[in-house]
């Protein structure tokens, strides 16, 4: 059976287990990370230098870095309308999953740390709005994006939306006051409609 060590509270876990309960696998995951500890030992760190989760154990294959597993489950898993019909709509997929994991994800992990897991007298306030500024940028350009389809590459929910599907529930749950974002609005209640999504990713901030 498919492992996958992490907590999941962890963003990077859960766009594993969204991905992998919208393809239907049977994954087994044990709580590794935080509070949880596990990811410093040796046995952990053979399997990931990193000392970060997720970690995926299929068969021989050990692999760590959540996009990368995204995209090997659904390489190695994938069926029916989840199938990318071209190289074009692989390499479009990968575009705004990179563009999560190297733009999105730095202020959205500015902004949670400060709100989710800092005390409302210690924070900075000024490093709060610049999260909120810059997340909103980038926010704004899938939101225009968005204006014109249902889900990040078409009509269809595909790996594309695995990352910045995750970061949403985030950015729509944590307090603060949001720019009108009307299309990202609507995508995102689109996922809260899935129960794979509810069940994996809309877990209490902590
Ligand atoms: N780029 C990596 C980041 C991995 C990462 O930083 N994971 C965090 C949790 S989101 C972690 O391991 N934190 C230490 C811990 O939980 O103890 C990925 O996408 O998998």
């Not at 969204?18 to 500890?37: I, K, M, N, S, Y």
């Not at 029916?80 to 994800?105: E, I, N, V």
């Not at 269809?156 to 009108?180: C, K, N, Q, V």
């Amino acid at each position: 059976m498919i492992k996958v060590l992490g907590r999941d509270n962890s963003v990077n876990v859960q766009k594993v287990m969204w991905c992998a309960a919208e393809l239907g696998l049977d994954v087994a995951r044990d709580d590794v990370g935080g509070p949880f500890g596990g990811n410093h030992t040796d046995a952990f760190r053979a399997m990931n230098p990193n000392g970060t989760i997720p970690v995926l154990i299929d068969g021989e294959l050990i692999l760590w870095e959540s996009n990368a597993i995204v995209r090997y489950l659904c390489d190695q898993y994938v069926t029916g309308p989840w199938a990318l019909p071209s190289a074009q709509q692989t390499a479009l997929a990968g575009q705004w999953m990179d563009w999560y994991l190297t733009t999105m994800h730095l202020p959205m992990t500015a902004l949670f740390w400060q709100l989710v897991r800092t005390e409302a007298q210690a924070r900075d306030e000024a490093k709060v709005d610049a999260a909120i500024n810059e997340a909103t940028k980038f926010w704004s350009i899938l939101d225009q994006h968005l204006a014109t389809r249902n889900f990040i590459l078409g009509e269809t929910l595909s790996m594309a939306d695995i990352p910045l599907g995750s970061s949403a529930y985030r950015w729509h749950t944590m307090e603060f006051e949001r720019p009108d974002l009307p299309n990202v609005k609507a995508w995102w209640d689109r996922l809260v409609e899935r129960s794979t999504y509810r069940e994996n990713v809309m877990i209490p901030l902590t």
